[in-house]
């Protein structure tokens, strides 16, 4: 790292010393990745280091020797490395990292490699960003890329020659977009007033609203609406700007739209509301917010699951506690007949199906399937959950539509655990399903080993004949 000859050299000479080792640390530029040692040399620009070992070792100059040489700076090294490897993209991209102008003009004037302007804003690389433009003289691609500067004068200097306001990036996004995940209201300022299509689309269908409520980008969303943005417009999935400000939990943001004028019940495409988009994200305080705005509580997507379904599948315990407090309908039964409760269960959701529990929920009620709660949670081998649902009063020996107890269904998974829980608790071992199967016969055909040792070590009858 500090070219130190002298250590070096004692370390090298050292009994024991790999001169093949191979080192990986966080500090190096790829923290996956194993470099030898005269690649490290190269990355700290070490010289007299680099020639020792090329010296005593005739250490091999690899690709990213000379990757590395454009980082560490050392025209010594990287004239060495230029002998045996051929530049290429990444090198570069450690160019620009490097802030060296040199190098950059070189690889584009020797080897003919483009600078990459995503790795100039990345890095902050005005410098090599106008290179760029000086020999490409692209003012419409440079002038997407420069409100990633967040210059406005380098913006203007751009629109006063023409470019595009519009011009899009490679996923579709204008300069007004950009401006907007920056919250550069100054830059969003200066592109609206050069007549900025402001409800434009990526190729995601999301205007600068979107991406100003990704980014919690207040002022230039308040910016944008009241330079008449359509507020409830939707992206390809149905999303409205309230939708991305629920799911990015940008609580201030949801308020600002709501004062707008923002549509609270408004669906996207799966019938999501900007409340089950709080549910699943456990945001309390979001969904405060959108109850005391008229979000209507016991709305369904398209799957027919409300606002409290999407708690209980994402244990958003403190988000359907309020739900229920505001008056969701504990049992009310999505597409498939699942209340809040089965799907509690099968998420293992202790917490939320305690909640659901005291609050009055069906513990035996049953889905299309005509499985229960305790079925579920059977299913996933959860002995805590089966536990609880049993001492709430579930019944252990209910049957779903094909005549399966919730014992026949952790024969069917292997859960000996459950199975075990299940037999304490009395549950009817020799039991049939409608075909006439026992959860020993199950176990076998599953070849559910364990499950089925314990069936017959508690009595299950193993000459039953189907």
Known sequence: ??????????????????????????????????????????????????????????????????????LGRNPEIMSECLKYQKPDEQCMINAIISHNIDFVTFLVNEYNIEIDLFYCVLYHNLESFLVYFD???????????????????????????????????????????????????????????????INEKDIYGRTALHTAASFNSIETAILLITCGANINEKDEIGDTALHHAASYKNKEMAESFILYGANINEKNKQGETALHITALNN?????????????NINEKDEYGKTALHKSAAFNSKETADLLISHGANINEKDEYGKIALHIAAHENSKEIVDLLISHGANI??????????????????????????????????????NGQTALHIAAVFNSKETAELLISY?????????????????????????????????????????
């Open 283 to 295: 945001m309390k305080e979001t969904a405060i917010l959108l109850i005391s705005h008229g979000a």
């Open 1 to 70: 790292m500090y070219n130190d000859k002298e250590k070096f050299i004692y370390f090298i000479e050292s009994e024991g010393f790999d001169r093949d080792q191979k080192l990986k640390s966080y500090l190096y530029p790829n923290a996956s990745i194993r470099y030898s040692l005269l690649e490290l040399c190269c990355y700290y620009g070490a010289v007299d280091c680099f020639k020792l070992l090329r010296t005593k070792f005739n250490s091999k100059i690899t690709e990213t020797c000379l990757q590395l040489s454009f």
């Open 364 to 401: 035996n009620e049953k889905d299309k399937n005509e499985k229960t709660p305790l079925h579920h949670a059977a299913s996933c081998n959860s002995k805590e959950m089966v536990n609880l649902l049993i001492s709430h009063g579930a019944n252990i020996n209910e049957k779903d539509e």
């Open 426 to 466: 009395d549950a009817n071992i020799n039991e049939k399903n409608n075909l006439g199967e026992t959860a020993l016969q199950i176990a076998a055909v599953f070849n559910n080993k364990e499950t089925a040792d314990l069936l017959i070590s508690h009595g299950a009858n193993i000459n039953e004949i189907i």
């Open 135 to 197: 020999q490409t003289n692209d003012f419409n691609k440079c002038f997407v890329n420069s409100t990633l500067f967040e210059i406005p004068a380098l913006c203007e200097y751009f629109l006063s020659y023409g470019a595009n306001v519009n011009e899009k990036d490679n996923i579709g996004q204008t300069a007004l977009h950009i401006a907007a995940k920056f919250n550069n209201e100054d830059i969003a300022d200066i592109l609206i007033l050069h007549d900025a299509n």
